[in-house]
Nanobody, 125 residues
């Protein structure tokens, strides 16, 4: 299984970006998919997830209503739509896949079996 993240870039405050995570080797529906980010000098943190069983979505509180995670089964890809971006959203964003995640562990990096390579998002004021 391989995950290929893309879509990062540089935007100004208030801008939008859509990140993509293409899954190869297995169907994306067999996984719970998550997005994490790591800002300079900080630990990696959970941003959003879409659960494999019922496709319910979960978000870090600070991005609720601003970010949206979704999946495209035909493209075997998961997306993270990010709106109203702020400088504090600057980070390397990673997608991850888990075949065994339960809701209570969605925010834990140890839950995820596969990781993409990361894509850099820079938001300037």
């Amino acid at each position: 299984v391989q995950l290929q993240a893309s879509g990062g870039g540089s935007v100004h405050t208030g801008g939008s970006l859509r990140l993509s995570c293409e899954v190869s080797g297995r169907t994306v529906r067999s996984f719970t998919m998550g997005w994490f980010r790591q800002a300079p000098g900080k630990e990696r943190e959970f941003i959003a997830a879409i659960h494999r069983s019922n496709r319910s979505t979960y978000y870090k509180d600070s991005v609720k209503g601003l970010f949206t995670i979704s999946g495209d089964n035909a493209a075997n890809t998961v997306y993270l739509q990010m709106n109203s971006l702020r400088p504090e959203d600057t980070a390397v964003y990673y997608c991850a896949a888990s075949a065994r995640a339960i809701v209570s562990t969605l925010g834990s990096q140890q839950t995820y079996d596969y990781w993409g390579q990361g894509t850099l998002v820079t938001v300037s004021s």
